[in-house]
């Protein structure tokens, strides 16, 4: 069975400060899949996604969307499309209360009462969130402003979630809690590609990944081969 390309990148350069920081990647995520791309600090993980989702500007090749080039459309543009993405930082409205920041997620839609269901949903999967509805987002720690911005970005019902370093500067046990997220909302259909430097916990999870080195694509192949990779075990696993 052939399964339906939501996103192709094809020869992406991207370049800022003068330094091409990418330098002529490809690669594809399928309906349905979980991709991860790895890479050590720098390899040009961070600067793809701004690139995808029109927060960087490309200097060549094609991004497309459900088959058509999404290449120079902003991000609202794309969240409208059903491209959603968590950027790294987080990024939450840190004077903005939790209910408020996932309301703000919801800001294409126009069905109160799916937008009040949702709000509902992740307070389930995000049980902190709920304890906390009414506090502001920038006196949480950083696990639980993760949940939020996690939260906010499937509030947008996305097809495609884009995941950048979900798991940085976090404790292991939040850690484990972001990866079970993770994992749940793959589960329940969304298509899901994860950045991540915690390659171990990241290809653990994924159908396929991606290895990026100095802003090239250097492996590709299911998740469990990269995992078990001796290359990939000896960078990125400390073996």
């Not at 991000?75 to 209910?99: H, N, S």
């Not at 999870?205 to 081969?225: F, K, W």
């Amino acid at each position: 069975m052939t399964t339906k390309t939501l996103l192709k990148v094809t020869g992406l350069k991207v370049s800022y400060g003068g330094i091409q920081a990418v330098k002529g990647v490809d690669f594809e995520v399928h309906e349905g899949e979980l991709v991860s791309l790895i890479g050590s600090n720098g390899a040009g993980k961070t600067t793809t996604m701004k690139a995808i989702t029109g927060t960087l500007p490309i200097a060549a090749g094609d991004i497309e969307y459900l088959g058509k080039s999404i290449r120079g459309q902003g991000p609202w543009d794309l969240v409208k499309q059903g491209l959603a993405m968590v950027p790294e930082g987080r990024g939450v409205f840190t004077r903005m209360t939790i209910v408020e920041n996932l309301q703000m997620g919801a800001y294409i839609r126009t069905d109160k009462a799916g937008i009040v269901e949702d709000i509902d949903k992740m307070f389930a999967i995000f049980p902190r969130l709920k304890e906390r509805r009414d506090q502001l987002a920038g006196t949480m720690s950083g696990g639980e402003q993760q949940m939020l911005a996690m939260g906010r970005a499937l509030m947008s019902r996305p097809k495609v979630l884009l995941l950048d370093e979900p798991s940085m500067g976090l404790s292991p046990i939040m850690v484990d809690k972001i990866f079970e997220v993770v994992r749940d909302v793959f589960s329940q259909g969304v298509t899901v590609l994860l950045v991540e430097q915690n390659a171990s916990r990241a290809l653990a999870i994924a159908n396929r990944g991606y290895v990026m080195e100095s802003g090239l694509i250097s492996m590709t192949g299911p998740g469990q081969d990269l995992l078990n990779d001796p290359k990939v075990r000896a960078a990125y696993l400390g073996e």
